[in-house]
């Protein structure tokens, strides 16, 4: 995930469309390739691909007061430490708080109040998660060369990591599922939670519940810039960690891009994204569904169906209309689809995996006659669901695999969250004498010819000893 870790907040650009061609001819005549109802324009529009297409978006930084803003906060928390986060929590979260800490009192209530049906789901899901994880853990290792040379690799967990778990309708008790379990996987010891207060001072039910089935049990009600500021210096109460995971507004945003180098951050975030791959054999309600299963999630959310067939885009075009009558969220999900939300009818299916790939999206769905028969062909998506039995869904709450993926086309380059996100590996170089009396000579040599003579003469000063 490195290669985006710095970058700032996904802001989309006024009235463009998620995918955007760079040829101008790439949007066919209205007449023949653009599909409208009798009433007029459809939610999703029905486009043939010619040219190219990306699933990148305008990536905003903040605008130079909000910059300014964050600095003051992280500089304010790390002279005054708690003071300054309950004023914090107290101007934006509304709430004057005597303790920071949510104590296992508070934890034990919002366990018990949870239902106990949701209590075994939430076990299964985590038991689904951890095993999946398991699967991913490095174990150190040594070999011993001919001339007696040992060298390894340790892997070594991080002492200590942070969670930011966002307040209001984004506070997902999933998201603290799919966090802390790799980093216990890992064998990280300390792992602390915060997240931004309810105004009577309360931590969301579904979020300490989970955290309570984790073992978790150092969570603070602090959230904004404030608590990232916390987390990377410290303050009284909360001592300071290695990395912080989790996604938040511009300001969190800001904040981790601030402190990273102090401390490693885990990424920037940007909304969700879901491609759906399918051919004629595919059923168009499912495929409506899972469109807005994403799209539902924001405003600048985006939701696209990439497929050789016209009469399969024009009934998923349909049925996402008939769907969006009844959904809570539809004015969300509309506005997701109008404005980043597609469907991209290719002349062969073959056709269709090379604009997947360079699409490169955070989800992709694979629904065709034979799905996993293309898994070989595909090679750039966060995470694959093959068949119709594998909506988006599934992933983000229950199969294990983890649903903290790369967005905004950058799965061409990097990797959902995992157990390496949890550790860090040291090399392990046990030279031994017959090695060094073979080999000195060549590595003094290299030394010299990048102008380093004091490298140069760290070997030959053993060479000349000859013990």
Do not use: C
């Not at 002279?79 to 005597?98: H, Q, S």
């Not at 799209?295 to 959310?301: C, K």
Request: zero cysteines; aromatic letters at 6%; hydrophobic letters at 40%.
């Amino acid at each position: 995930m490195g290669g985006f870790r710095r970058m700032g907040w996904w802001r989309f650009g006024n009235g463009g469309a998620a995918l955007t061609t760079p040829l101008e001819n790439s949007r066919l005549p209205m007449d023949e390739n653009r599909w409208t109802s009798q009433k007029g324009e459809r939610t999703m529009k029905i486009e043939r691909i010619r040219g190219g297409v990306s699933l990148r978006r305008t990536i905003e930084s903040g605008t130079e007061e909000q910059r300014r803003a964050v600095l003051d906060i992280i500089a304010n928390v790390r002279a005054r430490g708690d003071a300054a986060l309950k004023e914090y929590t107290e101007r934006f979260d509304g709430v004057r708080l005597d303790s920071l800490k949510v104590t296992e009192e508070e934890m034990k209530r919002a366990h018990a109040v949870m239902s106990a049906e949701m209590l075994e789901i939430i076990r299964q899901a985590a038991a689904n998660i951890r095993d999946y994880h398991e699967r991913q853990k490095r174990e150190s290792w040594l070999m011993t060369k001919e001339d007696g040379t040992i060298l390894g690799q340790k892997v070594t967990p991080l002492d200590a990591v942070g969670l930011y778990v966002p307040g209001g309708t984004a506070a997902y008790p999933s998201s603290v599922l799919m966090n802390v379990i790799p980093a216990q996987v890992a064998g990280v010891k300390r792992i602390v939670i915060t997240s931004p207060p309810n105004k009577d001072g309360t931590l969301p039910v579904g979020v300490l519940a989970a955290a309570y089935e984790l073992g978790v049990t150092e969570i603070y009600k602090v959230g904004g810039a404030q608590a990232i500021a916390a987390l990377a210096y410290g303050t009284e109460t909360i001592r300071p960690v290695d990395k912080i995971f989790g996604p938040g507004n511009i300001y969190v945003a800001l904040a981790k891009r601030e402190v990273f180098g102090h401390v490693a951050i885990d990424m920037i975030a940007g909304p969700s994204e879901i491609v759906v791959l399918a051919d004629e054999t595919a059923r168009p309600d499912e495929i409506a569904a899972d469109l807005l299963s994403q799209a539902e999630h924001d405003v600048r959310a985006s939701a696209i169906l990439v497929t050789p067939s016209m009469k399969l885009a024009m009934a998923v075009a349909s049925e996402v209309e008939r769907q969006l009558e009844t959904l809570p969220r539809r004015d969300i999900a509309q506005a997701a689809l109008e404005n980043y939300g597609a469907i991209y009818v290719t002349e062969t299916l073959e056709e269709a995996v090379d604009v997947v790939n360079e699409l490169a999206p955070e989800h992709l769905e694979v629904m065709t006659a034979e799905p996993l028969a293309l898994l070989g062909r595909l090679r750039h998506a966060g995470a694959m669901f093959f068949g119709r039995f594998s909506s988006e869904p599934v992933g983000d709450y229950f199969a294990g695999p983890n649903h903290v993926l790369p967005t905004n086309g950058t799965a061409r380059f990097s990797s959902g969250l995992g157990v390496d996100e949890f550790v860090k590996k040291s090399s392990v170089i046990v030279y031994s004498e017959a090695a060094l009396k073979q080999h000195g000579e060549k590595i003094a040599a290299f030394a010299r010819l990048e102008g380093l003579e004091a490298h140069a003469r760290a070997i030959e000063v053993r060479l000349e000893k000859g013990e």
